[in-house]
């Protein structure tokens, strides 16, 4: 198999796929702007402020290893669908408990039934993380296409639904919760592994974790860079601003720091195997880095000058806070 063809295969379709769903979200945000205030924004920008820490060690890294792990590969799904699993209910049920200090640390009490609520996608989400993790090992981004446009269509589509019959701020929970549930379902559709309850790999458990433990921190450590602003705004500065600071960051997601995500997605698993084949890793992540800074530099550029127009543009008047928000973001 030729990895680096079929690494640029998959590099367009994981592109395809996530700015696909991205264009998606924004288009249906932009319409949302006008039937939402910052304020039911940010009730459910919070929760999912708290959710993305979680999902940085919610299943122990076990998906990240059984991309990369280099045999027994139905044995190392066995792992992660039972870690995963596991983990999903004892989060769920974590976060249904800690709600009320989640709601206190952002001095939001009213969002205790949100956060609760948003608690349910970690059952949801996991029960496919071990479909997702296959289609990433074997390079199938093309499979995961539909999984991603049904999410960004369904959570769109109900949140529209929801917003313009006046559910505020809970239109864009049920908009979740059903676009997660979706893409679990088109995962297991589309990815034909399905669980074993015959044997379970048990020594397989401790080297899997142990590597993605590894993993895990830095995960982490992206979480605390990538994320800790939000979580700061969300606590000092309260839900409105950080409605508006999280509608800022939807233009970058879906234009620069999109092709960050999609190399990610594609390069471990494709690093993965040329690893496992003893090649030289050096060559192809300095080409790799080349062809990004390519891209990403000036598409940054152009957004903090024309962030301003392009805030007025997709969410209105209302949103105009959302403008300077962006500027030195991509400045800095």
Not at 86 to 111: E, R, Y
């Amino acid at each position: 198999m030729n990895i680096a063809r079929t690494t640029a295969r998959a590099a367009v379709w994981a592109f395809a796929s996530t700015a696909g769903a991205k264009a998606i979200t924004l288009i249906g945000l932009s319409v949302l702007a006008h039937l939402l205030a910052p304020r039911e924004f940010g009730l459910f920008a919070f929760a999912l402020v708290y959710i993305t820490y979680v999902e940085t060690i919610g299943d122990l890294g076990s998906g990240m290893a059984l991309v990369y792990w280099p045999d027994r590969r139905n044995d190392a799904a066995q792992v992660t669908f039972v870690v995963n699993a596991v983990a999903g209910v004892f989060w769920c049920a974590a976060t249904i408990a800690l709600a009320p200090a989640i709601a206190a640390f952002f001095n939001t009490p009213s969002g205790v039934p949100i956060v609760q609520a948003l608690g349910w996608t970690f059952i949801l989400k996991y029960l496919g993380n071990t479909h997702d993790a296959l289609a990433q090992k074997d390079l199938r981004f093309r499979a995961r296409l539909l999984p991603d446009l049904g999410l960004a269509i369904v959570s769109t589509s109900v949140a529209l639904a929801l917003a313009w019959l006046g559910f505020g701020a809970w239109s864009l929970v049920w908009g979740r919760l059903a676009g997660v549930t979706v893409r679990t379902l088109l995962l297991w559709i589309i990815v034909p592994w399905r669980p074993s309850l015959r044997r379970f790999p048990a020594d397989l458990v401790k080297p899997m974790l142990r590597y993605g433990r590894g993993m895990m921190i830095v995960n982490v450590l992206a979480a605390v860079l990538y994320s800790s602003d939000l979580a700061i705004v969300g606590r000092f500065l309260g839900v409105t601003a950080l409605g508006l600071y999280q509608m800022a960051s939807k233009i970058p997601e879906t234009t620069v720091i999109v092709l960050l995500w999609v190399m990610s997605a594609v390069l471990f698993p494709a690093f993965s195997k040329l690893h496992a084949a003893g090649e030289d890793l050096g060559a192809p992540y300095l080409a790799a880095t080349r062809y990004v800074s390519a891209f990403t530099i000036p598409a940054a550029l152009g957004l903090s000058v024309l962030a301003s127009p392009i805030v007025l543009v997709f969410f209105g008047d209302a949103w105009t806070g959302a403008a300077p928000i962006l500027e030195p973001g991509f400045l800095g």
